[in-house]
């Protein structure tokens, strides 16, 4: 007699530990078990592996999941077990007889899920080697990985329309959490998906508050975000180079901030062990290049922070999604100034690809810098980007101490005038400080080489500060007013610009806000004003309930030492939480909280209810 198949609502509930799905989970879910393929976007945090893991359980056979996160498979892969799920991986990292092993449990029908790098998909063996096993789907994270002039392109990922030609009967489902609907559209193409269904979810993050400052002292900036509004939280720095990375993350050290590094440079031993304490320790601050980051699951990163200027909105959603996954406050902080500008546009023009190619990277840049400048609601600019609508936020920089905008006009004639001026009188140009010193009347060693001080426009710019200057500067690139050239990065007029020179254009320009007091501390206290923990998720539990939430999280990190997983791996915060406010008394009581699944109330449901009836 045929084994009837959970329901998916009764596989969340047992084995995930929640009683609902949320958003288009259900939706999504209802296809693949079906049988159809679907594209699913989803912001980070909301929920898509759900997506591909509960119609796994759900069909008979082995759900594939192909993943470009070999560092982390044996994470996700513990992270499985530790809710009962039968998980394994093949990839590089593994010794002949571990790969041999996971075959044997795959082929004996022993496993639900099986991790894939998609390098290792296309070679012939793992390809014969999965014609033996009863497929139930696969699932194509990170989809976005496909776009050839994405930030996180991988070229495995080209060839992954092939799973649709040798198994066409096996639903497909490709999930991201970023992509315009042009990559939607590539992801479509290179995948084979036309007969997809797509699910768009809400990009939105409500509990990330955005906040981009002009850079002064960027080093010092970093470290007043962390001591007055993150002390003792989970970070992730983003740097563009190696060497900014060391220098960063040398001087967290300094100030006496837990920080480590991490970039494509170091070890791969020093990278695995810093990604392992990041990920199994709390308070921890990495400082990396972009090659960190993707497929991180740490749910309690309380903020995430650039010091150089991402390369698109897509990359800048993608990088600060990996903070307040748990839905808790969360800060997404940049220092943006003058200097990243040129530099990006330097590394565009000396890219590689074809003057399309290099087109499309400037088109990425314009829509980053104008999230920079904008006078609006940044949130509403980044929903926009995706194709999204909505109304100012309200919880981002520029709607909590809106801008002041002014009339620009003057200013940027004046300095526009004499980029013009340098060029056509003396066949020169330069970049923006010199042109900055002609403005403020500046008698440099500089300008008295190139006798700059007899331009009619030496002179003519005190009524603004360097700094002020500097901003305007900004702002003219940003609205694609001057360019900076390749090859010396010296300032250049556009076609665009001789409207306003001739007067016939105004231009609106926001107050630099350079000299804008810090902002606040941001005090963890309770309702009754008694300091709370680092953790988000005490802050609106009473001091007694905060209490044996800490003795909670004292005995998870043991538990999660012994069993050298990561702390979130044995519950998370928020469902300590939960249960530290409901205090259960008996392990009914207990398996209704979400986050509580079968498998974890069998693991951890005496110890909990132990500590529960001691407080």
């Keep these: 007699m045929p084994i009837t198949p959970p329901l998916p609502l009764e596989v969340l509930r047992a084995t995930f530990g929640y009683d ?3 958003g288009d989970q259900a939706a999504i879910i209802d296809r693949v078990v079906g049988g159809g393929d679907a594209l699913v976007l989803m912001p980070t945090g909301g929920g898509k592996s759900l997506c591909y893991q509960i119609p796994a359980l759900v069909r008979p056979g082995i759900g594939v999941v192909i993943s470009p996160l070999i560092a982390l498979m044996h994470d996700q892969v513990t992270a499985m077990e530790a809710l009962g799920v039968r998980a394994g991986f093949l990839n590089s990292t593994q010794q002949n007889d571990e790969r041999v092993a996971t075959e044997q449990a795959a082929l004996a029908g022993e496993l639900d899920l099986l991790y894939l790098a998609p390098e290792r998909l296309g070679m012939t063996r793992t390809q014969d080697f999965l014609d033996r096993l009863s497929v139930s789907l696969f699932a194509i994270d990170e989809a976005h990985c496909v776009s050839q002039w994405g930030h996180d392109f991988r070229p495995d990922y080209l060839r992954l329309s092939m799973l649709g030609e040798r198994w066409p009967g096996v639903p497909r489902v490709a999930l991201t959490a970023t992509a315009t609907p042009a990559t939607r559209q590539e992801i479509t193409a290179r995948l084979g998906l036309s007969g997809a269904k797509t699910f768009v979810s809400s990009f939105d993050r409500p509990n990330i508050t955005y906040r981009i400052e002009p850079k002064a002292q960027p080093l010092d900036q970093l470290v007043r975000l962390i001591t007055t509004e993150h002390d003792g939280d989970a ?47 709390d308070g921890v601050v990495m400082v990396a290049t972009i090659a960190f980051g993707m497929g991180i699951d740490k749910p309690d990163v309380r903020f995430v922070a650039h010091l150089d200027l991402p390369r698109s909105i897509e990359g800048y959603y993608q990088e600060t999604g990996r903070a307040g996954r748990d839905g808790l406050p969360a800060t997404a902080w940049m220092a943006y100034g003058l200097a990243d500008v040129v530099q990006q546009r330097q590394l565009i023009d000396s890219s590689e690809g074809d003057a399309a190619h290099k087109r499309l990277l400037q088109q990425h840049l314009s829509s980053m810098l104008g999230l920079c400048e904008t006078l609006g609601c940044r949130r509403q600019l980044i929903l926009g980007y995706f194709g999204e609508s909505s109304e100012p936020c309200g ?51 500089k300008v008295d080489q190139w006798e700059h001080d007899t331009l009619s426009t030496f002179g003519i710019g005190d009524e603004l500060s360097e700094a002020q200057w500097r901003a305007v500067v900004r702002q003219l690139l940003a609205s694609s007013l001057l360019e900076v050239s390749s090859a010396h990065g010296t300032l250049v007029v556009t076609d665009d610009a001789w409207p306003v020179l001739r007067g016939e254009q105004q231009v609106q320009l926001r107050q630099d806000v350079v000299t804008r007091a810090p902002r606040p501390s941001r005090k963890k206290v309770g309702p009754d004003g008694a300091p709370v923990s680092r953790s988000a998720a005490a802050w609106t539990l009473s001091a007694d309930d905060r209490a044996l939430f800490e003795r909670l999280r004292s005995w998870r990190a043991e538990t999660a030492k012994a069993a050298s997983v990561p702390a979130y791996v044995v519950f998370p915060d928020a469902t300590l939480a939960a249960i530290a406010s409901a205090r259960p008394a008996t392990t009914q009581q207990l398996f209704a909280i979400g986050g509580v699944g079968a498998k974890k109330l069998e693991t951890y449901g005496d110890d909990v209810l132990a500590i529960v009836a001691g407080a």
């Excluded at 100030?255 to 494509?264: C, D, K, V």
């Excluded at 002041?404 to 003396?426: H, I, N, W, Y």
């Design 20 to 22: 609902e799905f949320r």
């Design 235 to 281: 970070g992730i720095v983003y740097c563009l180079s190696r060497a900014s990375v060391e220098k960063t993350a040398e001087a967290l050290v300094r100030q006496g901030i837990t920080a480590l590094p991490y970039h494509a440079g170091l070890p791969g031993d020093v990278r695995s062990a810093n990604q392992s304490r990041f990920l199994r320790d």
């Design 395 to 445: 919880n981002c920089d520029t709607c909590l101490a809106p801008p002041e905008a002014f009339d620009g006009t003057v200013p940027a004639q004046k300095l526009l005038s004499t980029v013009v001026r340098l060029r056509r009188e003396r066949n020169q140009s330069f970049g923006a400080g010199q042109v900055i010193d002609i403005l403020l009347g500046r008698r440099t060693a």
